[in-house]
């Protein structure tokens, strides 16, 4: 069974439309994170949660918000969709954020393409 | 900040012959810990080899890597490249979080 489920694998949109990349882990893990990667910048920090509070955020763009309903949930609210945010979008998490050996497990990824 | 640099953007090897993917880093963090991802075509990055003490060759599926602070180098390697190491490989060094180097795309060929 897989342990981190990202949702949908595929995800195509219009530019300006809003859209919801999901993410669930079953690893039992106090910290998550999301990475973004695209041609142009191959694998790029977004967010880090721990214990469902934000730590730290490297998006300079208030159109990326991460959503943290449940401790092994962690959703990407992506409002005024552009072709650049065309990119593969990682979900991950870690047993413990704070912790300088926390291995970091990646989900499949969200394909995601703006038209 | 943190910041991780792997100079190669591509390596092309023949198979059978030995591969290096050279990593080097600046940090101001004193507890650090590194790894090297690696990431098939349409997969997920996954852990390959993780470290933080210094001078000490860390090894899994072949590959190894030493951690030099003095050098700040976690270059990796392996004796013999098969063709199915043929991957995306990710350096990343662990301060205040996980910062990744631009990554190595390395090609085995027969």
């Known amino acids: 069974d897989p342990k981190i489920i990202q949702k949908p694998k595929y995800l195509v949109a219009v530019t300006g439309s809003e859209k919801i990349l999901i993410c669930e882990q079953y690893?039992?893990?106090?910290?998550m994170y999301w990475y973004r990667q695209s041609a142009k910048k191959p694998l790029e920090f977004m967010f880090s949660y721990s214990y469902q509070k934000l730590m730290d955020n490297q998006t300079a763009s208030s159109r990326f918000q991460p959503q943290s309903s449940k401790k092994n949930h962690l959703d990407l609210q992506i409002t005024a969709l552009k072709p650049d945010d065309s990119a593969t979008y990682f979900c991950a998490s870690s047993q413990d954020r704070g912790q300088g050996y926390a291995e970091q497990f990646f989900g499949p990824g969200t394909r995601l393409t703006v038209l | 900040g943190d910041s991780v640099t792997q100079t190669e953007g591509l390596v092309t090897v023949t198979e059978g012959l030995p591969v290096k993917l050279n990593c080097t880093y600046q940090t101001t963090y004193l507890t650090i810990a590194f790894f090297w991802y690696v990431q098939y075509l349409n997969e997920a990055p996954q852990v390959l080899l993780k470290s933080s003490t210094d001078n000490k060759r860390t090894e899994h599926q072949g590959f190894h890597a030493t951690l030099h602070k003095s050098s700040s180098s976690f270059h990796l390697q392996k004796s013999s490249a098969q063709l199915s190491d043929s991957a995306l490989y990710y350096c990343a060094l662990w301060g205040a979080k996980l910062t990744f180097g631009g990554g190595t795309r390395l090609t085995v060929r027969p």
């Open positions: 690893l039992g893990h106090n910290a």
